[in-house]
């Protein structure tokens, strides 16, 4: 960092400095998680529980090129795009180590809930209100033209109440316009949309066309764990499951479930990219699906409070009757005193 509010990455950009971080304010805590390019411990930040993600440096010059680069359109990504559905961002340094704080979800990842409940699946409702959440977070993602490519039940974290999911690790988000051609087997096998593939070998690195598609084929298969609580395609290593999915065009089996819920799965895991829905689709196909199997309680009509004193419409019977006999005044004293103790039932009631 030159000025103290700069990153550099392949191409230069600023980080506005309301989210630059002063290392000297974070504690870190115990780990609670670690990937390939990073760990991330609980902590504090300013008095805040937070998560704060430490990077890898790497070793040789050329990977630290790379996971600075990763770093800087991690970060540029996250203090871009907020939505209730992605894990807050709080801020970054990069100074003396390449730090990423964001709020703390207290419920785990979608990975450890889903194994502590087995053999158990979540009840179908609460499997696509998750699903729900995801898609929200992921059309979000896409109206910012940028590609998560690495959607997985271990990048979604739970609030404490388990009630809600948010989208985390943008360590693989790309612009979808700054190339066209973008870094192949970008994610995790298991998950990964065909497209990612060559179509001879698996040969690390190789560029290959691709779209913001390949996260819809990726929540597909979130969705299948989601509702089934089982790894898909078990059974199978993670690369003989991208291989099974890319050459050979195997999908987890929808045939247990309901035709419209099968549907949704079966169309964001088709082999043409292009064929798949959107996400904005995809949401609208799961609130479908949710208002068939949950559908709202029918609103009860409110009732309608009338005093026992109520005035009778000029033909009921009663009215008939109370103008039969008047006085001089034009009401009988019978009814004007009758009138009067009601008038005081009345009130003693209301009141």
């Not at 070998?201 to 390949?214: A, C, D, I, P, S």
Request: proline share 6%.
């Amino acid at each position: 960092m030159d000025s103290g509010s700069r990153i550099h990455s392949g191409d230069e950009f600023m980080l506005d400095p309301k989210w630059l971080i002063d290392p000297k304010n974070l504690f870190v805590g115990p780990r609670i998680g670690e990937g390939a390019h990073a760990k991330v411990y609980e902590g504090k930040y300013k008095n805040q529980t937070v998560a704060i993600k430490i990077i890898h440096n790497g070793e040789t010059p050329e990977e630290i090129a790379k996971i600075e680069a990763r770093f800087g359109r991690e970060v540029a990504m996250l203090s871009r795009v907020q939505h209730k559905n992605l894990v807050k961002f709080l801020g970054a340094c990069k100074d003396p180590v390449m730090v990423i704080v964001t709020e703390l979800l207290s419920g785990g990842t979608l990975r450890k809930y889903l194994l502590s409940m087995r053999p158990q699946c979540l009840e179908t409702r609460v499997a696509i209100s998750f699903s729900l959440d995801i898609a929200r977070a992921m059309e979000c993602l896409h109206a910012h033209g940028i590609i998560h490519r690495d959607l997985k039940p271990e990048n979604l974290l739970l609030t404490a109440d388990h009630k809600t999911v948010k989208l985390a690790d943008f360590g693989l988000a790309r612009e979808e316009s700054l190339t066209e051609m973008m870094t192949a087997e970008t994610g995790t096998y298991r998950w990964m949309a065909p497209e990612l593939y060559s179509t001879v070998t698996l040969r690390q690195g190789e560029k290959k066309h691709y779209n913001h598609k390949v996260d819809a084929y990726s929540f597909a298969i979130v969705l299948w764990e989601l509702i089934h609580n089982k790894l898909p395609f078990e059974g199978m290593s993670n690369l003989q499951a991208a291989y099974a999915a890319a050459f050979k065009n195997v999908r987890p089996s929808a045939d247990d479930l309901p035709e419209e819920l099968a549907a949704i799965l079966t169309s964001c895991w088709k082999e043409d990219p292009n064929a798949r829905p959107n996400f904005s689709q995809i949401i609208q196909m799961l609130l479908n699906y949710l208002y068939i199997i949950s559908p709202p309680e029918p609103a009860i009509p409110p009732r309608i409070h009338t005093s026992e004193n109520r005035v009778f419409p000029p033909e009921s019977p009663g009215t008939s009757s109370l103008m039969a006999r008047r006085d001089s005044t034009g009401e009988s004293p019978k009814a004007r005193n009758e009138s009067k103790r009601g008038f005081f039932f009345c009130f003693d009631q209301c009141y």
